[in-house]
């Protein structure tokens, strides 16, 4: 019984290696046109490092990664997940007004967001202190890491 059960795992755990795809590149044309609107929007003056696509199982994941280590991730749909910058500030235009108001009036002088991510139920941004701020859809926060 232990060997037909070994067996049976090792067959799923090669199906799932199978039928995992690694990262293939791409040119940022190839992503969907969402995505290269968003990208000519707010990194325009930017040059791109390289691109690629990943397939998942609830569809093509992208990531574009800038030369400055500007790092850029979309869902299948072109929508944007997460913005990185190494160096500076994402753009402001990519940060909910009420949150860009809650870093401004909360004692984070000199601070810039370089990162933020979000999914259906919340936002989460990085400051340049490393600290992580969570809030929710309705921008109330819910955690804040130092």
């Given at each position: 019984?232990?060997?037909?059960?070994?067996?049976?795992?090792?067959?799923?755990?090669?199906?799932?290696?199978?039928?995992?795809?690694?990262?293939?590149?791409?040119?940022?044309?190839?992503?969907?046109?969402?995505?290269?609107?968003?990208?000519?929007?707010?990194?325009?003056?930017?040059?791109?490092?390289?691109?690629?696509?990943?397939?998942?199982?609830?569809?093509?994941?992208?990531?574009?990664?800038?030369?400055?280590?500007?790092?850029?991730?979309f869902?299948?749909?072109?929508?944007?997940?997460?913005?990185?910058?190494?160096?500076?500030?994402?753009?402001?235009?990519?940060?909910?007004?009420q949150?860009?108001?809650?870093?401004?009036?909360?004692?984070?002088?000199?601070?810039?967001?370089?990162?933020?991510?979000?999914?259906?139920?919340?936002?989460?941004?990085?400051?340049?202190?490393?600290?992580?701020?969570?809030?929710?859809?309705?921008?109330?926060?819910?955690?804040i890491?130092?």
């Open positions: 019984m232990k060997k037909i059960l070994f067996v049976i795992a090792l067959l799923f755990a090669g199906i799932a290696t199978a039928n995992a795809s690694p990262e293939r590149p791409i040119t940022i044309d190839q992503l969907p046109k969402t995505a290269q609107e968003f990208l000519a929007a707010h990194f325009k003056d930017l040059t791109v490092a390289y691109a690629v696509a990943e397939q998942k199982f609830t569809g093509t994941e992208y990531e574009v990664v800038y030369t400055d280590r500007t790092e850029v991730d869902r299948s749909d072109g929508q944007w997940d997460s913005v990185e910058r190494k160096y500076s500030a994402i753009p402001d235009s990519i940060v909910p007004q949150i860009r108001d809650f870093v401004a009036k909360n004692n984070y002088p000199g601070q810039f967001i370089k990162k933020i991510e979000r999914n259906a139920y919340t936002w989460e941004i990085e400051l340049s202190s490393d600290i992580e701020i969570k809030f929710d859809v309705h921008f109330n926060v819910i955690d890491d130092d």
